[in-house]
């Protein structure tokens, strides 16, 4: 099978505050950023349908566990993915180029979903460092990196088990990608969490040169149709699905993207599955069946 490389090599703490402190127009030449493996994908046919939200459901609640914010997705049909046609008209509207990772977004269909929570942020080290303490797992690559650490940033440096770990613990799961993508972009096949029109102020991306992750929840006017924050930029998030050879998928973008790579339907891979990068973290999903005794009384 064919493969194209983008390899994020292991950096001492000073190569990656230098990466950190680029300009944006020299990220992409200057930061060999990921691992892709193209491969053929389909959808499959759509899920038969299921229960709609469970009667009595809240649409939002804190999990005891971790003080994060859950969300409500409700159940039923959404359009999921995009055709390579439309991915090519947006493309040249942004006077961008194709990427070959857009090749790989998985073709427009429609699925069905039953109702779940989601974070409705990503996970911050204020609350992975809590996990660390209750169960002595290992810290974040980054924990000790000033520019890395902030209580309200998103946990960067760590990989899927220790994130898996970390939802298990709250009494969550990593979402699907299909999960993560309606959580995104509503029911509407809209191409950014906010709509159709690009928006560069609307996530933390390249153009606004913050060269770091920002406090979760800094860009709200960037939020999907659920009011779920950052899905667009501020870092790339791990999800359950498969990318290609094993390889895990990620979803969303980070501060390194332009607009053209934080459409809701982008899939790439990360090169390090167990200690992860400096831009990707993640959120958690719970059942619906779990929410009651998840909540805070």
């Not at 191409?191 to 996530?203: A, H, K, L, S, V």
């Not at 934080?262 to 990068?277: F, H, P």
Request: aromatic share 10%.
């Amino acid at each position: 099978m064919a493969s194209l490389r983008f390899c994020h090599h292991a950096m001492s703490p000073g190569v990656l505050f230098a990466v950190l402190l680029l300009p944006p127009s020299s990220l992409t030449s200057s930061v060999p950023l990921l691992q892709m493996h193209l491969a053929s994908v389909s959808s499959g046919p759509a899920a038969a349908p299921g229960p709609q939200v469970q009667s009595g459901a809240p649409q939002r609640f804190k999990s005891k566990k971790d003080d994060g914010e859950m969300i409500l997705i409700p159940g039923g049909p959404f359009v999921y993915g995009m055709d390579q046609k439309q991915i090519r008209r947006i493309v040249v509207g942004l006077k961008a180029s194709m990427a070959e990772i857009y090749r790989t977004e998985l073709p427009k269909t429609t699925k069905h979903l039953e109702s779940f929570y989601i974070g409705k942020y990503e996970i911050t080290n204020e609350q992975y460092a809590g996990f660390v303490r209750d169960t002595k797992r290992r810290e974040s690559r980054y924990a000790r990196y000033p520019q890395l650490n902030g209580s309200r940033q998103p946990v960067v440096g760590i990989g899927w088990q220790d994130a898996a770990a970390y939802c298990s613990w709250a009494g969550m799961r990593l979402p699907s990608e299909e999960e993560w993508e309606k959580a995104a972009r509503g029911t509407d096949g809209r191409t950014w969490p906010w709509g159709n029109e690009p928006d560069d102020t609307r996530y933390n991306g390249r153009k606004r040169a913050n060269y770091a992750p920002v406090n979760v929840g800094s860009y709200p006017s960037g939020d999907s149709p659920y009011g779920v924050s950052d899905m667009a930029g501020n870092v790339w998030e791990m999800t359950s699905g498969t990318w290609s050879d094993d390889a895990k998928a990620m979803r969303g973008g980070s501060l390194l993207n332009p607009i053209s790579d934080v459409r809701v339907t982008v899939r790439w891979a990360a090169s390090n599955e167990d200690r992860g990068a400096n831009w990707l973290g993640f959120r958690c999903l719970m059942e619906v069946g779990n929410a009651k005794q998840a909540a805070v009384q």
